[in-house]
């Protein structure tokens, strides 16, 4: 079973940045995919991107494309989000779980979360 644990949330003005960690691990957990959502209140789940074991060609939600960039560290069971040029409405909960790369579908549990709140 995949375990994960997100970190590197934050407060952060709009227009700034903020990376986060997606540290994950169990059982053949490295070919999993791996992606990233957010939640926020009031909201439904929003699948924003998800990355192939050893793929370079990520998928992006229209949300976030050209702002996020995931990445992953298989060596570090770790799977990076860079959100650049933050606004408010980027405001969320966000976990890391298994994904679907087409359809940035959670497969799955998700991890804990680790808040973003994009403020000034």
């Known amino acids: 079973q995949l375990q994960l644990v997100e970190s590197g949330g934050g407060l952060v003005q709009p227009g700034g940045s903020l990376r986060l960690s997606c540290a994950f691990s169990?059982?053949?957990?490295?070919?999993?995919?791996i992606g990233w959502f957010r939640q926020a209140p009031g909201k439904e789940r929003e699948g924003l991107s998800c990355?192939?074991?050893?793929?370079?060609?990520?998928n992006y939600a229209h949300s976030v494309k050209g702002r996020f960039t995931i990445s992953r560290d298989n060596a570090k069971n770790t799977v990076y989000l860079q959100m650049n040029s933050l606004k408010p409405e980027d405001t969320a909960v966000y976990h890391c779980?298994?994904?679907?790369?087409?359809?940035?579908?959670?497969?799955?549990?998700w991890g804990q979360g680790t808040q973003v709140t994009v403020s000034s």
């Open positions: 990355i192939r074991s050893g793929d370079r060609n990520p």
């Open positions: 779980g298994a994904c679907d790369w087409y359809d940035l579908r959670l497969l799955g549990s």
């Open positions: 169990g059982f053949t957990s490295e070919y999993y995919n």
